[in-house]
């Protein structure tokens, strides 16, 4: 990985921070509360080659800086290092035949809309069940966490495709 | 050992992954309101920080209601001296020469209604004498009770919080209970431990018990909404309409009981000897 790519994930693990808890913390999408998790854009886009432990640790800082912002000790960091530890599986499982390109990166433009959202959806479900189901500490109001995970996915989905196409780079 | 080394490895991912989830969920679990550390909260100086800034850009754009809340309220506190007033002469009217619960003024800066845990953050702290265990009002009644504070900041365990459990009484005939949030609403609350042979009707006032010593007595909470016979047990089950909107508060007091001292210290002392 060149040092450019490193500087770009660096600045993009701070602004993305700094979205999350100054705009989409305040974003109530419907009257359940359910607020765009765009931070795990990073985990997203973290390029291929990253190493796989790496991850995990950024993402437990990446988690815990947002749970430090929005008082949720502990809640932001599980779920961020859950979808941190899927994610090679992921990758794996939807690579192409001949695996991934050399120099591309997890984005639409390299992968295809299709296989973006596959793979964005994936990780986005398993951050909202972890997500959810450990705010709600249990299964008493399982049809509330449920509809919870299925409106947040979506809308954050629907947020991070979208982002992908007004932040629009190589 | 080299063959420990060799599974550690081997398995470093999976091992890596495992303490940082123990970390995360031991953080989530032990979380106890009365032992927060201010430092790994909102109110820390750097979130602090940027919520006040993020704030007093906000406030520009809701002036125009903030200033009818805070009409209103005096127009309240007028009503209330015109009584004072009248009842002066009186003599069963008590005056009592020091101020037992002192009011700071604050400003709500960042605010959460939905989660499990909800906490505030105010633009009050230690320089500005707020303590833990602080009582925090809105002009409509109870709102929370400081968890932490830091210099210029303090965490605000709100009453929307499912860990934090407020002794409360029915008004009108002095019977009290727990009030507590079910994590569900953001404008209702539960109301236990109130015997079924009492007399309760939906519209009852709620408030504050005083028996708390974070509270002084009499403090509005909210109105009874719904009541329900239990089965189990000789309670009720009733729901509480909360008076405060948590969703738009933005202007609080913080109540110091100068007294909290004395009558925590009376209780302890009671509770060794007995």
Known sequence: MSINIIYRNIIRFFILIFLQIFIFNNINVTSFGIIPFVYILYIILSPFETPNWLLLITAFFLGLLIDIFSDTLGLNSSASVLIAFIRPWILNSLSPRDGYEVSTFPRIYYQGLVWFIKYAAILILFHQIAYYFLDAFGFDNLGLTLIKVIIGSFITLSIIVLSQYIVYRK | ?274
């Open chain 2, 1 to 274: 050992m080299n063959t420990l080394l060799k599974v550690i490895v081997r398995f470093h991912f999976l091992l890596i992954f495992i303490i940082l989830e123990t970390i995360s969920l031991s953080l989530f679990i032990s979380e106890d309101i009365n032992k927060k550390n201010v430092v790994y909260s909102s109110a820390n100086v750097v979130s602090g920080y940027f919520y006040n800034k993020i704030n007093n850009w906000r406030s520009y754009f809701i002036l125009a209601k903030e200033n009818e809340d805070l009409r209103a309220e005096n127009l309240k506190l007028k009503n209330d001296i015109q009584i004072i007033e009248k009842n002066k002469d009186n003599k069963s009217f008590q005056k009592s020469d020091s101020l037992q619960y002192p009011y700071i003024a604050a400003k709500v800066i960042n605010n959460t209604v939905y989660k499990g845990k909800n906490y505030m953050t105010i633009d009050k702290g230690k320089l500005d004498g707020v303590d833990k265990d602080c009582g925090i009002i809105g002009n409509e009644g109870i709102v929370g009770v400081v968890a932490a504070v830091s210099n210029r900041y303090a965490l605000v365990v709100s009453l929307l919080n499912e860990r934090l459990a407020l002794s409360a009484k029915i008004k009108k005939n002095n019977y009290f209970g727990t009030l507590k949030w079910n994590a569900d609403d953001y404008r209702f609350a539960e109301f236990t431990e109130i015997p079924n042979h009492t007399n309760i009707n939906i519209g009852d006032t709620v408030v504050s018990s005083g028996f708390s010593a974070i509270f002084p007595e009499g403090i509005n909470l909210g109105v009874i909404y719904k009541v329900e016979t239990s089965e189990s047990n000789n309670f009720y089950d009733l729901k509480v309409k909360l008076s405060t909107d948590f969703k738009s508060i933005r202007n609080v007091y913080v109540i110091k009981n100068l007294q909290r001292k004395e009558q925590i210290n009376l209780e302890n002392l009671a509770e060794d000897e007995y």
